[in-house]
Every structure is written in structure tokens, then in C-alpha cells.
């Protein structure tokens, strides 16, 4: 037994050795060899949105680190379910990803029947950004504060009315939650994508919205949006003296946030290669300064803190939909 032990050794060693002599080279990994085409990062929501310019600047560096293209291909609807459905039916490889939001992950299947489960369709790989809604209203507004918003809209006869972008969008369950909690009278006006709101907001048919800082502040230096307050938990939230409506309304908080996602599947060398590359980028001082310059912050953390997030922001969202009770017509 032994002798025979010994020459399947030698056989081997010496099998090892011909492959060796003869170029023979371990097999690569996924994550070797990937990407060894373009990638498709798949955005919910229009061009110039608050998810899709965070989407934009991490295709930009992650093309730089890869030394290949990472494209983002904009899919507006359904509060970005049009883009998820796309994602979930597209092959694990690697090269179709998606940028989910909180909306589209947390909100969404909590208001209507999805075609996607925000758990089980799709493969974490990070957290990316989260930002603060503002509370803006048009340049020409005769509404000029926060008191004055709320003196409007707490009259008998008053019918404001707020955008959105979309149904089911946070800024749209943060519109709701701030009629409750302000007591105002507010109809909702759904647009697709927040970028797709400005234009009406702008030229005073909309009285009021909550948007991004990416989109809310290109306009208010132009002179044609004005910022009346942060819908932020945290104070101190976009300049000094801004009124933040987490002091004003106790809990209230309209913070979205994205994360990066494939399709359910996705080899675990590739997930963890990734992960890796945006907890790099989004620690860059380059990228941190970019994101505050349009009051975006980096949000990054493991795929099972990806997970628990999701899960955990679903179970906030389904109670301010309930204590509103939001629907979707």
C-alpha cells in the first residue's frame, strides 16, 4: 500500500511538472477575468437626477480603476421598478448592473404588487450615497419662509400643490408625511425623475417640492428656485441658518439613499471585487468633495449591510405610509 501510495505520488509530481514545462496555467476566476468588456450600470430614474449623477460619477472612476467602460443607461418609470425588472432578468455575469434606490428597494413594494423582490432578485454589492431632500419652492413664490409655507397652506381655502418624482418616490411620501405632520392642504403631482419636475416648479405651476441638492442647487444659484428648509434629521444641512425640519417636526427625516446591485447570482469573487472598488472611490477626497458640492455623502458598507439596510428602511417607510396612509392610484 504504501509503494502504491508512493508512485501515484511520483505520478503526480511528475503530471505537475509536464504542465508546468508546457505553459499549463490554473484556470482564472471569475473575478480575473472580469471586466473583460462594457458594463451597463442601469439607473431607474431620468438623466440629471439625484441618483443618476451619483450613478455618473461612479461609472466614471470605476472606468478609470477597471481600465474599462462602465455605461449608465438611463430606464425612467415606475419609480425605477422598470429598470429593476430589466436587472433581474439579465444574465449574473457581472456586466448588467443596477444603481437601486431607496424608492424602487424600500418603498415601492410596500405600496403595490412588484414584478421584483428587492431581497431575493437581486445580489448586494454596496451602499453608495445618501443626500437630504430641501424643501424648495419657486424664485417667484410669494412664499419667502417655512412660517410662510405653512400660513398658505393651513388656510381652509388653500390647495397647494407639490411634485414629486413619482408615485411612490420618497420625495413623494415625504410631501405626504410634511402635509401630516404640518397640517396643510397639498395635492401631489408626479413627474418622472425629479430633473422632469424642475421645469414646471421653475416656471411657478408647482408651488413646492422636496429635491435633491443635485437638482434643487444649480437652480437656486441661477435665481430660480429657493430653498425654505432641510429635510434632514441632522442640522446644520445646506448653509448656515438653513431650517431643518427634523427640529421643526419631531422624526421627520427625507434622507434617500442608493447602493449598487447585479442580478441574484452573481459569482461571490466579482461581488467582493466590487465592493471593494467603491468602498475605494467613494473614500476619495476628490469624490467626497464632488458629492458635498451637491450635498451627497458617501454611504458605503459590506453586501450584508447593504442587505439589513434595505430591510430596515422598508420597515420605517411602512410606517410612515401607514400613520399617512399612502396609496398609489
Known amino acids: 500500500m504504501i509503494l502504491q501510495n508512493k508512485r501515484t505520488l511520483l505520478s503526480g509530481v511528475m503530471a505537475f511538472g509536464v ?39 461612479l461609472a466614471e472612476r470605476l472606468t478609470e480603476k477597471f481600465k474599462q ?19 433581474k432578468r439579465a444574465a449574473p455575469d457581472g456586466y448588467t448592473l443596477m444603481f437601486g434606490s431607496s424608492s424602487t428597494l424600500s418603498i415601492i413594494p410596500l405600496l403595490q404588487k412588484t414584478p421584483y423582490d428587492s431581497i431575493h432578485d437581486f445580489t448586494p454589492i454596496s451602499l453608495v450615497a445618501s443626500y437630504p431632500y430641501f424643501l424648495v419652492v419657486p424664485a417667484a413664490s410669494p412664499m419667502k419662509s417655512l412660517d410662510e409655507l405653512l400660513a398658505q397652506g393651513r388656510k381652509p381655502s388653500a390647495q397647494l400643490s407639490y411634485a414629486s418624482a413619482g408615485s411612490g418616490a420618497v420625495n413623494h411620501l415625504a410631501g405626504e408625511w410634511f402635509k401630516r405632520d404640518a397640517g396643510i392642504n397639498a395635492v401631489h403631482v408626479p413627474y418622472k425623475g425629479d430633473s422632469a419636475a424642475v421645469t414646471d416648479l421653475v416656471a411657478g405651476r408647482i408651488d413646492f417640492a422636496f429635491l435633491a441638492g443635485a437638482v434643487a442647487l444649480p437652480q437656486v444659484k441661477a435665481g430660480k428656485l429657493r430653498i425654505l428648509a432641510s429635510a434632514s434629521a ?8 438653513m431650517p431643518t425640519l427634523g427640529d421643526r417636526f419631531k422624526g421627520f427625516a427625507a434622507e434617500p439613499w442608493n447602493g449598487l446591485m447585479a442580478p441574484a447570482g452573481l459569482p461571490q469573487p466579482i461581488v467582493t471585487k466590487l465592493n471593494a472598488a467603491v468602498v475605494e472611490i467613494m473614500a476619495r477626497k476628490d469624490v467626497v468633495e464632488r458629492l458635498a458640492s451637491l450635498e451627497q455623502y458617501p454611504m458605503t458598507g459590506t453586501p450584508q449591510q447593504f442587505t439589513n439596510h434595505i430591510k430596515s428602511q422598508t420597515e420605517r417607510w411602512a410606517s410612515v405610509i401607514k400613520a399617512s396612509n399612502i396609496k398609489i392610484d
Open 19 to 57: 504542465m508546468i514545462a508546457t505553459g499549463w496555467t490554473a484556470p482564472a476566476t471569475a473575478a480575473d477575468d472580469w471586466p473583460s468588456k462594457p458594463v451597463t450600470i442601469v439607473v431607474g430614474f431620468s438623466a440629471g437626477g439625484p441618483t443618476d449623477v451619483v450613478a455618473r460619477i
Open 69 to 87: 467602460s462602465f455605461l449608465v443607461d438611463n430606464r425612467a418609470g415606475a419609480s425605477g421598478g422598470v429598470a429593476a425588472t430589466l436587472v
Open 234 to 241: 441632522r442640522s446644520g444641512l445646506g448653509g448656515e441658518g
